[in-house]
Each structure stands twice: as structure tokens, then as C-alpha cells.
């Protein structure tokens, strides 16, 4: 696992955004796994602003996002749709013939899960996958727990969850119980997979993730089992784990 320690949000979004770079050149037919939430963004404009001068295209790539919500139309505007609709794709020549997200209003959500994986498989499988991190550790929504699942699967949300998500919805019955996620399964197959992290407050999550052990109780902690993944973190999450280390 390379561990990448840089300054500040800013010099994250860059070095991630340099990875992509890198990686579309080397293959414009890239499979990108995608991730919503306040990490990536800078990521994204970063992203949009290098597309604006030329200096990357889309055209060729496809796009896997990692979750979405159940029970939200595609256009409501907390859906994780409408968010990479909003942050990144109305801003790049992505084909969105090749942009794929979890139907989380499916009738049949389990055939959904089979379909998205299937989906997956048949385009090679994921070529590089985004993912950000929560304070508990969760990737996509794979939350700490005794089980976790291999293959995307409807997860019913924390109530933690649902609480820090009603700030975004009007009435509070807005706010979904439940998610399609991507599991560990579908993103440990990913080829290489680039980790993000900002803020001491993903410190202890991120202090799991390179511990050497791992556990269902951070799955962030199985991509140790990954042989290519890079991780890039501020001096905040760095200097906050030292701390730790000096006082234990
Ligand atoms: C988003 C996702 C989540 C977030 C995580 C961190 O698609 O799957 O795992 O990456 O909750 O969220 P932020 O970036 O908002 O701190």
C-alpha cells in the first residue's frame, strides 16, 4: 500500500487528480469506479478544470458509481445521480451511455445488485476505483459489522446515518432507510483503487486502515489485502495518528 502524506485538500484533489490523468492516458477506454461525498469534489473540479484545457477527455471511459440511495427518484436533488451529474458530469464529455449507478428504486432490488455486478463484469471489471472514508471506517456504504457482503447489496442505513442526513432533506421522512452499495467483493476487484482522506476526524479510521489488522469492525481495513492501492491523506490525519502513536 503506498501511503501518500500531502499538505492540505488541495494537494489531495491534485494528486488524485494526476493519478486519473495518468492512468486515461495510458487507457482512454478506462473503467472508473466513482465516489459521492465532500471528498472528491475538489477532486472532480480538478478534474473538469485539466478537461477544460485539454489536457484530459472522457470520451472513451465509463464510470461505475459506488452507492446510491433507495426510494429517491434519479432527480431528486440528494441523489447520488443528480450529485455526480451536478459535480462532474455535465462538466466533462463523458458519454452517458457509460455512466452506471445503482437503480435504488428498483422493484426488484436484489435482481438490481445481480444486474449492477453483472454490468460490471462484462466491462472488464473496474479499473480504477475512487473511494473516500468514513469516521467509522465504511467504504461505499459497507458500515462496521460482525458480516460484511461481497457483492452490491441493499443495506438498511444507522440510524447515526439517517440522522446526519436529514440536515439535506426538507422534512425528515424524506430521508432514505436504505442504500444499494457496491460490497467489499465488487471493490476489492477493482485493478488499483486510490483512497482519500481529509480532516483528523478520519484519523482513527484511517490509523485502522494501516494497522496491519484487519477487521469486519473497519472494512476500509481489508484493502491491505489489495495489491495496488495508494492512499492519500493531509498532514492533519498524518499528524494526528504520530500523536497517538507518542502518547500509546
Ligand atoms: C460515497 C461513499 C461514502 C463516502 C464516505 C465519506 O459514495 O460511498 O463511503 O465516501 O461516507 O464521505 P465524505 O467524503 O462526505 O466525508
Redo the contacts with the bound molecule.
Keep these: 500500500m503506498r501511503v501518500l502524506v500531502v499538505e492540505n485538500y488541495e494537494e489531495m484533489s491534485r494528486e488524485a487528480a494526476s493519478l486519473f490523468q495518468i492512468r486515461i492516458e495510458e487507457k482512454p477506454g478506462l473503467v472508473l469506479g466513482?465516489?459521492?461525498?465532500?471528498?472528491?469534489i475538489g477532486t472532480y473540479k480538478e478534474l473538469i478544470n485539466r478537461y477544460q484545457v485539454g489536457k484530459i477527455r472522457f470520451q472513451q471511459a465509463s464510470v461505475f458509481?459506488?452507492?446510491e440511495y433507495c426510494g429517491l427518484d434519479k432527480n431528486h436533488e440528494q441523489s447520488?445521480a443528480r450529485f455526480m451529474e451536478e459535480n462532474f458530469f455535465r462538466s466533462i464529455d463523458v458519454d452517458r451511455k457509460n455512466t452506471f449507478i445503482p437503480n435504488g428504486n428498483a422493484k426488484d432490488r436484489q435482481a438490481e445488485c445481480e444486474r449492477y455486478d453483472t454490468l460490471i463484469r462484462e466491462r472488464g471489471g473496474i479499473d480504477l476505483q475512487l473511494?473516500?472514508?468514513?469516521?467509522n471506517g465504511?467504504?461505499?456504504?459497507n458500515e462496521p459489522n460482525d458480516l460484511l457482503s461481497a457483492g452490491t447489496h441493499q443495506v438498511e442505513l444507522e440510524q447515526g446515518t439517517i440522522e446526519a442526513n436529514s440536515r439535506f432533506f426538507v422534512t425528515r421522512e424524506e430521508v432514505p432507510k436504505s442504500a444499494l452499495?457496491m460490497g467489499m467483493g465488487t471493490i476489492l476487484k477493482a485493478k488499483e483503487i486510490v483512497l482519500l482522506a481529509s480532516g483528523a476526524k478520519?484519523a482513527d479510521a484511517i490509523q485502522g486502515l494501516l494497522s496491519g489488522k484487519i477487521s469486519t469492525k473497519n472494512p476500509a481495513s481489508f484493502l491491505q489485502l489489495h495489491p495496488r492501492v495508494t492512499v492519500i491523506i493531509d498532514r492533519e490525519i498524518a499528524d494526528a495518528i504520530k500523536l497517538k502513536q507518542d502518547v500509546a
Design positions: 466513482l465516489a459521492t461525498g465532500s471528498t472528491p458509481n459506488l452507492d447520488y473511494l473516500g472514508i468514513g469516521e465504511h467504504i461505499g456504504f452499495t478520519k
